[in-house]
């Protein structure tokens, strides 16, 4: 029983947008908890003609409609695309919706009282909690469900998505984590196996009720229309692969260890793979490049990718090919950057390998000149990269080779595979 609340059991619900939070709330209400949206009395406060005042302050003359008032769609806009307008925005609202929860719990006559927040982990909310709920699935079902079930579009989807905190740190701190990928039965079948009993429920003692005067919100149980089931997403085409002399031949999974003995697996992206690498490059760019779906999808089909990843968390997306005896690193994206030193080790390691099997003479890096991340340099020294600047002691082909393929505006690194060319 919570602390606060001696006589109720809190559960704290959580998950990042679109992983099934509505389903379950759906469910604690209609078995006779009191089912608070957290981030609907957010949209609540928004109404406020002070919270309106501040935002205006805050954000400027381009949030506010003709009468004044927020403009929401426009707000939304801003603060989903930019993580520090959104951490703005809610450091205005936040401290105002906690009081309104407590004093909605305060006079609940419910035994059991379910808290949704996206946010839940992040302030004070979570301090209520008896329990931590968490909605977990995969990137793909979330962009599906946002594109089909909500009718944003793929950009619009890709950002909600981007502006939240990674979900494995949510999964980290959970009591519980619901798996919500499948179907909505399946779903609910998890729920009804943890759902408190009544003798878990039961009121240990009798809280007194506060003064009427404390009492400052209406008691709020949200009546949640019919969800429909889940629409799987559409199976789609693995990408028609070009000529193998063109595209690098990659082994679909490799496993390494790090130091804290985590598995590191590097395998071959796939389609499903697409909104995890939109989201990491995204991050790994602060936001610069926002690559669309059928972007990537064509580029599977033109180079190999490898995908490095610890658990479920993708953290490396490396983009490379071959070509007459060369093999050509173009895209490399890692975040966080420090993982450079594990995950972006092992893809760069494993490339070096597939490329040596494959008789390729040298491996070519191609870096940005601006925002060179100094762990990929790091990397890259350990795996015996080096610089070009002994390009006038190379064989021709070679100086050829890298004349033909180094983009513009980038940095050049190699590894040398076969020395014994001389012309």
Known sequence: MSKRWPSKTIIGLTGNIATGKSAIMRYAAEHGALAID???????????????????????????????RVDRATLGKIVFANPEKLAQLENLIHP???PRIQQIVDVAPHSIVMIEAIKLLEGELSTFCDQIWVTNCGKFTQMQRLVIARGMDEEQAFERIAAQSPQTEKVAKADIVIDTTGTLAETLRQVAAIWPTAAEAEPEAEAPAPPAAEVVAEVVVETLPPTPEPIAPPAEPEPTPAPAAEVASTPVEVVAETEAEDEIVVRRARPSDIPSIMLLIHRATNGRVKPKRAEILMSLSERGYLIGQVGSEISTVVGWYTDKGFASIEQIYIHPAEA?????????KEIGKTANELMC???????????????????LDALQ??????INTWPRVWKQALEEEQPAGTIAKVRKLWTARVA
């Open 38 to 68: 957290a981030d609907k009395i957010a949209h609540d406060v928004l109404n406020d003609e002070g919270i309106q005042q501040k935002i205006g302050e805050a954000f400027g003359d381009e949030v506010r409609l003709p009468d004044g």
């Open 96 to 98: 105002i919706v906690r």
């Open 340 to 348: 450079a030193l594990t995950t972006g080790a092992a893809v760069l």
């Open 361 to 379: 003479e040298a491996v070519f890096v191609f870096l940005p000149q601006e925002d060179i991340n100094e762990h990929v340099t790091a990397a």
């Open 385 to 390: 990269y080096e610089g070009v600047e002994d």
